[in-house]
C-alpha cells in the first residue's frame, strides 16, 4: 500500500482516530466518540509536546490509520532515548494491506532519526495476532509490562 501519506493529526482527526481506537474488542468497551471533550483535550496536550507525535496514515483526505510516538529521554543505557510506540490502529477496511507495517517503519526511522537506541511497545496480552505482528517486524517480548489503573 502507497497510495498514502503519514502526517501529523490535527483536531480535525480526533473523531477519526477515536473511532479507530473504539473499533477492537478492548476500545468498545472503554472508549466512546458521543463527547470528544476529552479527547480534543488530550490532543491539545499531545499536539503542544514536541516529544509527542500523534500521526494519522491519510488516503484522499480520509483517516485510515494512526499512532503516537513519545520520545522519552533517560539515564539508563548510558542516556538514551527511547522510541515509545503507542495505540496503533488500522481502520478496518485498510485491514491487512500492510499500513501497518509502513506505520511501524515510520515510527521506527523517525525514532532514529531524533537519536533513539530503543524503540518500545506493549501491547495487550490477548491481542495475539498484534503480538505476532510485533514479533514479524523484529519486536522481542523481551519484558512484563505492569499497569495500575488510577480512576
Known sequence: MTDFVI???TAADVAPIVTM???DQLGATRESVDDLTPYLAAFEQIDGDPNQLLMVADRNNEVIGTLQL????G?????STRGLIEAVRVAAP???SGLGTKLIQWAIEESRTRGC???Q???D???TDAHRFYTNLGFTNSHEGFKLKLG
Open 7 to 9: 502526517r501529523r493529526a
Open 21 to 23: 481506537i473504539a473499533d
Open 70 to 73: 513519545t520520545i522519552i529521554p
Open 75 to 79: 539515564l539508563s543505557r548510558r542516556g
Open 94 to 96: 485498510a485491514r491487512g
Open 117 to 119: 537506541t530503543l524503540v
Open 121 to 123: 511497545l506493549t501491547s
Open 125 to 127: 496480552k490477548t491481542r
